[in-house]
T-cell receptor
Framework: AQKVTQAQTEISVVEKEDVTLDCVYE???????LFWYKQPPSGELVFLIR??????QNEISGRYSWNFQKSTSSFNFTITASQVVDSAVYFC????????????FGKGTLLTVNP | NAGVTQTPKFRVLKTGQSMTLLCAQD?????MYWYRQDPGMGLRLIHY???????AKGEVPDGYNVSRLKKQNFLLGLESAAPSQTSVYFC???????????????????FGDGTRLSIL
């Protein structure tokens, strides 16, 4: 079975602070894929990034960066210089190689960025 | 460029009523899914389909039925709605993994905008 844990239920920061959202996963598959989604107050799910298990390079996209560490089974997401528009629920998700038809989601982290 | 379309977007039902949620995709995807989202629970898979005419149970299938009579449509039915089924429902679709079309670019699944269902 696979599992995704987002231990932080809610985080509140002040604008321009950096914030890191944690994601820890469990899977027995040797090949798997990790994702982050953003769900703004409007409710839709917005795909942010995918990372393959065989590619441990970290990635940066503007103010967003992701740190993938297989040794600790973690795929953390950092927002630099946060903005009010970053306020949303963020989900980490796992797609295992063996069950390659469905995503397993974490329970989400509600990020509130205050002006 | 419609992608995944869910109807209706909002609905209020009384306990015991029945209804069907419709999901339509125009990307020729083989796989389709129904999830429900509840506060603090993330998204949980209700049922899914790996092709026309096939369906399978997900994590929380009880109280729901599904049908995939056409490749582009995946219907979710509530035969006798209960207050515990108050939730936001998301439909998603994807290509099957493997065969050179893994992940359809970077996205594993394409999601609809959700249906907010309240049962009184």
């Amino acid at each position: 079975a696979q599992k995704v844990t987002q231990a932080q239920t809610e985080i509140s920061v002040v604008e321009k602070e950096d914030v890191t959202l944690d994601c820890v996963y469990e899977t027995r598959d040797t090949t798997y894929y990790l994702f982050w989604y953003k769900q703004p107050p409007s409710g839709e799910l917005v795909f942010l990034i995918r990372r393959n298990s065989f590619d441990e390079q970290n990635e940066i996209s503007g103010r967003y960066s992701w740190n993938f560490q297989k040794s600790t089974s973690s795929f953390n997401f950092t927002i630099t210089a946060s903005q009010v528009v970053d306020s949303a629920v963020y989900f980490c998700a796992l797609l295992g190689g063996g069950s390659n038809y469905k995503l397993t989601f974490g329970k989400g982290t509600l990020l509130t960025v205050n002006p | 460029n419609a992608g995944v379309t869910q109807t209706p977007k909002f609905r209020v039902l009384k306990t015991g009523q029945s209804m069907t949620l419709l999901c339509a995709q125009d990307m020729n995807h083989e796989y389709m899914y129904w999830y429900r989202q509840d506060p603090g629970m993330g998204l949980r898979l209700i049922h899914y389909s790996v092709g026309e005419g096939t369906t399978a149970k997900g994590e929380v299938p009880d109280g729901y039925n599904v049908s995939r009579l056409k490749k582009q449509n995946f219907l979710l039915g509530l035969e006798s709605a209960a207050p515990s089924q108050t939730s936001v429902y998301f439909c998603a679709s994807s290509y099957p993994a493997g065969g050179g079309r893994l992940m359809n670019g970077n996205q594993p699944q394409h999601f609809g905008d959700g249906t907010r269902l309240s049962i009184l």
